[in-house]
Structures are given as structure tokens and as C-alpha cells.
């Protein structure tokens, strides 16, 4: 359930959850996406007899790894060994493989530190300081200002900070808006960027079950790959780690830290309407048509298959998980649930002449932001993600850099900004391979939709369709192109404007004719709806602190959470399910599925069987609180010891986008017990495990 880089744009506390626990939310659950910088103490001193130090804390922080793919991670040895899920690298495993030599159906273990592979684009971050910057950044809006000009104050005032933050520390700095523009924190990481892949099983292991186990629980993957950070082309000396442990077992406190990608449970009922009714059924119907499209493009031979097959995976995994948030929102308890948590909120508000003078009118302002947007939203979302296109990517990327550089940091686009440079670049220089068959295709499918979405007399379609038909401009836009060679595009950069005014690139200027638009239409989504939002749930996040305090945790932004819960199953249909599942059960699976798309395993795995331990715990639940962008988060004791690998979250956590059930919600994560028995019996891997395992 990671959060893939095509996916990102699409995809309350126990005292805050005045909007945020759904229905049946038992009185146990322990619901929260918790900062480290604010950690619910009591609750967990008093119920779990737990009480994290400001050490302990530190040291998790410090050893807990942002994917720029999406994902979490951790560091789990002392010279730069780093854990995630193979979900969360198979984009990048599968850059460094070719034809000739497919790591993801192989897999790959590097038992020498010479032998193990460069990664290109791959970049991991560690949170190392977090500063509280909302007086400074509300100190920018000014008495008067409507809420685009304060909007844009703000993000001139962020803008300096953040350049002032890289300039002291040489940290890469990002300033993120919490509780939705009630507080603003200063996050600055340690970067690195010569990472390289270590271990990975076979993808077959790794997702077995496919699409048919996927957000479903038992499970049965090994869903785990190592990585090793280099630094001056040593291995990285890091002092911050997590050790292993003996295991678990069930009824344990389980604390998951990572990087939850993105929730709205504090959203106003009007907003989460919007994204009932036209955000995600938008989605979702490009995701099933991509979907389909591209089944159809692997099913044409064996290396079309392999190039398609981590789009293809990225596309599925993310039509069933917004399946389950619209199905969450279309369920009646769960909005009620949401309009009584509201109304008693407004009614807090309208008690006090004061109150409703300051927050009163903030819901409404919201409501009217979203119906307004009803009906560009679709065309909002075309033009705004652009053509699924490695390709129009990079270009696009191009065209704007040389326009964005020459202005002020402040009123630059904000991913052109001085502190998003370093990673731009490394995505864009990036000597990851490109696949011309699979360009056009997705060219082509981009330029369909466009046209059937918009019109094929639409302007902006005619300028893109250049007078043919979709296939035939694809092919045109793909084969002329030169921007597959990273070369190109850096010599388009350092040219500057007047190397792309003189550039006849058909990419260059398909993004050049269609970023106008483009531009004219995010510039009313962030005057008429961005700085409506932030403004406006600045006040309802007031509102909130008043009537409960500030012990409370904000919507995931992609930044460090800790959540926890016990180890423990739950009932579905009827049966009571067990917390655990065991090596015994993978190959049950196995038998009982043997030949269905999902359930091959690697040949090593089926003749190896009796090698290993088969009452080893494979997979796990707990009633962690998690969301996509958690994946290849660390499952730790309160020792700060590994005793598990997060990978997915059941079905009936789906809407957890929007509420938490904590009677079904539930965390599937690899046991620890099963990465040391995977890697000792059917890898060889007696080096790793060494190093993992030293104390």
C-alpha cells in the first residue's frame, strides 16, 4: 500500500477524534498518527505502562528512513543497512534490471559489499530537527488580505525559511502545514542519495497472492528488500539503529514509526462530500481504464509484461484501495458519525459571541470552496498530473525549471524552490532506463482520455493532437524525442529559456503549448481552494484546540508518525482470525491456489521447503493505525527492538483514509522471525543476517 510517486497526487486523536473515530471504535482502540515531538504519554503510560524517554525517541527518530519512492524504512545495522518493503523498491529494482537479467522474478543478494548495485533516482531521508514556524509563517499574513494574497504571503514567508534553514544547516528543509494549517513545522533531513540494493527476494515471494490477498488478511509475503546508504563511497557510519528481536507475541504492544502518506479525517462533512461524490470517482475511473489498457499491453509478450508490470501493480493496488475509501464514505454510520461530530463542534463555537466571530463562518467558506469547484475539478486534475509519460514528465519539468529559476525563490511554483532543487535534479538527470513501446502506449492512452474527457473540439486537445489521431501523435511525440537521454535534458537546463524557445523536441513543445493552461487552471485551485482550505481549517484546528487541548495528532503528511496497538486478530465472516500466520500456512496456500494468477513460488521456495522451520510466524496483525506511505515501516517493542516489517493493512482499514474502526482496522506486517529464517535458509544469506543480528 505504498504510496507511488503516480499515485501521490491522487492519494481526531483519541481527544481530537471529535471527527475522526468512526462508529463501532471500540473504547481500546488506540487510534492516532502521532508526531514524535508530541506523543500521547499518558495514554500509553496508563494503558500500555509505557513511557517513552526524549532519548528513546531521538534515537527511533534518527533511525527511521523516508523512501523518496513513497515508502518508510529503517536502519537496521551500523554501517547503513536499511529495511523496507520490495513493494516499496520494486520501481527502482525494476529500473536496474533489463531483459537479460530481471531481478524482480529472480531476486538478488549481494554477498560482498562490492557486488551490491547502484540505484538511480533513489533517494532516502532522515529527520533530524523539527522546529515549530507557525508564528513566523502566520506573522506574513497581514489584516485585510483575502485568502490568496494570504496564501501567497505564506508561502513567500516558508519559502524564506526554508531557504535560510538549508543555507545554516545544509540539511534539506521542508516546511509542512499541520492539523491543516494550524501549526507549521520546520522538518529538516539528513539526504543521501548513493544508495544501493542489497537483498531482494523473488517478487513472487514477495507479493504472493497478487491482487486476489492484497489488503486481505491471512497473508502469506515475504514483502521485504535491504538497501545500504553510502556516503564519500564508504558505507555509512550511522549511531542511530534498531536492534532485533526474539519475536513477539500476541497481546504485545506493537509501535509502528513511519511515514503515513495522507489522511482527511479532520476534513469538514462538505469536503469529504466532494471527494465522495467527484474526487474519487474521478479517480477510480482512470484507474480502472488504465488498468485494463495495460493488461492488455503485457499481455503481448514477455518484456512488455516485464517493463509494465510496476505500473500495472501501482495502477491495481491503487483502484482497490480507493474502492475501499469510497465504499468507506459511502457507508451512512460513517458520515453520520461525521455530521454529529461536526454539529457539536459548530455548536461549541456558536455558544460564545467571541467564538463565532473568529471561527464561525470557517465551515461555510469551505462548503462554498467545494461546490464551486464541482465542475473544473475533472479538468483540474487532467491538466495538473498531465500526460502519463516519463517523457512529458522530464519535459514539463524542463519547460518550467527555465522559467521558474530566473524569479525570486518566493514566487516560484513551490517545487522549483531552491530546497527542492537537489532531489528535482537527481530525478531528472536520472540514467534509469526508458521504454520506448511502453511511452507511446501511455502517450497514446493520455491523449485518448484527454479528447473523451474534454472534447475533441477542446482547444487545448487540438493543440495536443497536432491534427492526428492518438496513436499516431504518440508515436510521433516518442520516437522524435531526445529526452530519453539524460544528457539532453540536462543541456536543456543549463541553456536555459532560450534553449527551450530553440528547441524543436516534440515533447518540449507539446509541455510548452499546453503549461499555460495548465498553470492558469493550478492558480485557481490554490486562490479559490487551496488558500480557502488552509485559512479556514487554520480556524476549525483553532476551534478544536479550545474545546480539547492540544494533546491531539494531525492529518498524515508524509511525515514521521508513530502509532501503536496490541497484536491481535479480529473477526470477520463469522470466524475469529489469529494474529499470526506460519510458514505452514504459505505453502496450505500454495496447494489450495496453485496455477491461479498470484500464487506461483519461486522455484527455490517450493524445493527448499523442508529446509526451514514451518511453524515459523510469517505474517502479523496489530491494531496499528496506518495508511499508504507506511509501508516498510520498522514494527517495534518498547525495547526499540524490530519485531516486524509493515506492509499492508487489511481491507476494513481502507477507510481509515477518513475514519478509524479500531474493532477490524488492522496492520499486516512481515515477522521478524520469518526475514532471519528466510534469509539464513533459503537465501544464504549468512552475512546479512550477522550483520543484522549484531549487537
Known amino acids: 500500500m505504498c504510496i507511488k510517486s503516480m499515485l501521490r497526487a491522487w492519494t481526531a486523536a483519541v481527544a481530537f477524534a471529535a471527527g475522526a473515530a468512526g462508529p463501532a471504535t471500540s473504547a481500546r482502540a488506540d487510534e492516532g498518527m502521532w508526531l514524535l515531538t508530541n506523543p500521547p504519554l499518558e495514554q500509553l503510560r496508563s494503558k500500555y505502562g509505557f513511557e517513552p524517554s526524549s532519548e528513546w525517541l531521538?534515537?527511533?527518530?534518527?533511525?527511521?528512513?523516508?523512501?523518496?519512492?513513497?515508502?518508510?524504512?529503517?536502519?537496521?545495522?551500523?554501517?547503513?543497512?536499511?529495511?523496507?518493503?520490495?513493494?516499496?523498491?520494486?520501481?527502482?529494482?525494476?529500473?536496474?534490471?533489463?531483459?537479460?537479467?530481471?531481478?524482480?522474478?529472480?531476486?538478488?543478494?549481494?554477498?560482498?559489499?562490492?557486488?551490491?548495485?547502484?540505484?538511480?533516482?533513489?533517494?532516502?531521508?532522515?529527520?533530524?530537527?523539527?522546529?515549530?514556524?507557525?508564528?513566523?509563517?502566520?506573522?506574513?499574513?497581514?489584516?485585510?488580505?483575502?485568502?490568496?494574497?494570504?496564501?501567497?504571503?505564506?508561502?513567500?514567508?516558508?519559502?524564506?525559511?526554508?531557504?535560510?534553514?538549508?543555507?545554516?544547516?545544509?540539511?534539506?528543509?521542508?516546511?509542512?502545514?499541520?492539523?491543516?494549517?494550524?501549526?507549521?513545522?520546520?522538518?529538516?533531513?539528513?539526504?543521501?542519495?548513493?544508495?544501493?540494493?542489497?537483498?531482494?527476494?523473488?517478487?513472487?515471494?514477495?507479493?504472493?497472492?497478487?491482487?486476489?490477498?492484497?489488503?486481505?488478511?491471512?497473508?502469506?509475503?515475504?514483502d521485504m528488500c535491504f538497501f545500504r546508504i553510502y556516503g564519500n563511497g564508504q558505507p555509512l557510519r550511522n549511531d542511530h539503529r534498531l536492534r532485533w528481536s526474539?519475536?513477539?507475541?500476541?497481546?504485545?504492544?506493537?509501535?509502528?514509526?513511519?511515514?503515513?502518506?495522507?489522511?482527511?479525517?479532520?476534513?469538514?462533512?462538505?469536503?469529504l462530500r466532494f471527494i465522495r461524490d467527484v474526487e474519487l470517482p474521478d479517480r477510480l475511473e482512470t484507474l480502472w481504464r488504465a488498468e485494463v489498457k495495460l493488461q492488455g499491453f503485457s499481455a503481448r509478450n514477455a518484456e512488455y509484461d516485464r517493463i509494465a508490470s510496476e505500473q500495472l501493480g501501482g495502477v491495481a493496488n491503487g483502484r482497490k484501495a480507493l474502492t475501499g475509501q469510497l465504499a468507506g464514505l459511502l457507508d451512512p454510520a460513517n458520515m453520520d458519525h461525521k455530521i454529529a461530530a461536526e454539529k457539536r463542534l459548530r455548536e461549541f463555537v456558536d455558544q460564545d459571541p467571541a467564538r463565532r466571530e473568529q471561527w464561525g463562518d470557517a465551515w461555510d467558506k469551505i462548503a462554498r470552496a467545494q461546490q464551486e469547484r464541482r465542475s473544473w475539478a475533472p479538468r483540474y486534475r487532467l491538466l495538473n498530473g498531465g500526460l502519463s509519460s516519463e517523457l512529458y514528465q522530464h519535459a514539463r519539468d524542463i519547460v518550467r525549471l527555465t522559467e521558474e529559476l530566473p524569479k525570486p525563490n518566493?514566487?516560484?511554483?513551490?517545487?522549483?524552490?531552491?530546497?527542492?532543487?537537489?532531489?528535482?535534479?537527481?530525478?531528472?538527470?536520472?540514467?534509469?532506463?526508458?521504454?520506448?513501446?511502453?511511452?507511446?502506449?501511455?502517450?497514446?492512452?493520455?491523449?485518448?482520455?484527454?479528447?473523451?474527457?474534454?472534447?475533441?473540439?477542446?482547444?487545448?486537445v487540438q493543440t495536443a493532437l497536432a491534427g492526428k489521431s492518438p496513436r499516431a501523435r504518440a508515436e510521433e511525440l516518442v520516437n522524435g524525442s531526445t529526452l530519453a537521454d539524460p544528457a539532453a535534458r540536462r543541456a536543456l537546463v543549463e541553456g536555459g529559456a532560450s534553449a527551450v524557445a530553440a528547441s524543436k523536441d516534440p515533447m518540449i513543445r507539446l509541455a510548452a503549448a499546453m503549461d499555460p493552461a495548465a498553470r492558469e487552471i493550478r492558480k485557481r485551485y490554490e486562490d479559490q481552494v487551496e488558500a480557502v482550505e488552509r485559512e479556514n481549517y487554520a480556524k476549525i484546528a483553532a476551534a478544536k484546540f479550545a474545546l480539547e487541548g492540544e494533546s491531539t495528532y494531525p492529518d498524515a503528511t508524509f511525515t514521521l508518525r508513530m502509532t501503536f496497538g496490541p497484536i491481535e486478530g479480529y473477526e470477520q465472516d463469522g470466524q475469529m482470525l489469529d494474529p499470526y500466520t506460519d510458514f505452514a500456512g504459505l505453502y496450505q496456500r500454495y496447494q489450495d491456489r496453485k496455477g491461479k494468477p498470484g500464487f506461483t513460488l519461486p522455484q527455490r521456495w517450493v524445493e527448499g521447503k523442508d529446509k526451514l522451520d514451518l511453524s515459523t510466524p510469517f505474517n502479523f496483525v496489530s491494531s496499528c493505525d496506518i495508511i499508504g506511505g507506511n509501508s516498510g515501516s520498522p514494527v517495534i517493542n518498547t525495547?526499540?527492538?524490530?519485531?516486524?516489517l509493515v506492509f499492508d493493512g487489511n481491507i476494513q482499514s481502507l477507510p481509515g483514509a477518513f475514519i478509524y474502526d479500531g474493532e477490524v482496522n488492522r496492520a499486516v506486517s512481515v515477522d521478524s522471525r520469518a526475514i532471519i529464517e528466510s534469509l539464513r535458509k533459503m537465501y544464504g544469506a549468512t552475512a546479512l543476517v550477522e550483520e543484522i543480528l549484531a549487537k
Open 58 to 222: 531521538d534515537h527511533v527518530q534518527k533511525s527511521c528512513v523516508r523512501f523518496s519512492t513513497g515508502g518508510s524504512g529503517s536502519l537496521v545495522s551500523g554501517d547503513g543497512l536499511v529495511m523496507t518493503n520490495h513493494h516499496v523498491a520494486s520501481d527502482i529494482i525494476a529500473k536496474i534490471s533489463t531483459s537479460e537479467k530481471n531481478l524482480l522474478a529472480s531476486g538478488f543478494y549481494a554477498a560482498a559489499r562490492d557486488q551490491e548495485i547502484p540505484c538511480p533516482e533513489l533517494e532516502l531521508n532522515i529527520l533530524w530537527t523539527v522546529e515549530d514556524v507557525t508564528d513566523r509563517v502566520n506573522a506574513a499574513v497581514k489584516p485585510g488580505m483575502k485568502p490568496a494574497e494570504a496564501n501567497a504571503a505564506r508561502e513567500r514567508a516558508i519559502a524564506q525559511i526554508t531557504s535560510e534553514a538549508q543555507d545554516k544547516s545544509g540539511l534539506l528543509p521542508e516546511v509542512v502545514a499541520l492539523y491543516q494549517g494550524g501549526k507549521y513545522h520546520l522538518y529538516s533531513y539528513k539526504r543521501y542519495t548513493d544508495v544501493r540494493l542489497v537483498m531482494a527476494p523473488e517478487q513472487d515471494i514477495a507479493s504472493f497472492g497478487g491482487d486476489t490477498d492484497n489488503f486481505e488478511y491471512p497473508r502469506f509475503s515475504l
Open 246 to 271: 526474539d519475536g513477539s507475541r500476541s497481546g504485545d504492544l506493537a509501535i509502528v514509526v513511519g511515514h503515513p502518506g495522507r489522511t482527511s479525517r479532520l476534513n469538514t462533512v462538505e469536503h
Open 410 to 460: 518566493g514566487d516560484r511554483l513551490r517545487e522549483y524552490r531552491e530546497s527542492r532543487l537537489e532531489s528535482l535534479y537527481n530525478s531528472l538527470y536520472s540514467p534509469a532506463p526508458i521504454h520506448p513501446p511502453l511511452e507511446i502506449a501511455n502517450v497514446e492512452w493520455s491523449l485518448s482520455l484527454l479528447a473523451e474527457r474534454l472534447g475533441a473540439d477542446d482547444p487545448l
Open 639 to 644: 525495547r526499540g527492538e524490530v519485531i516486524g
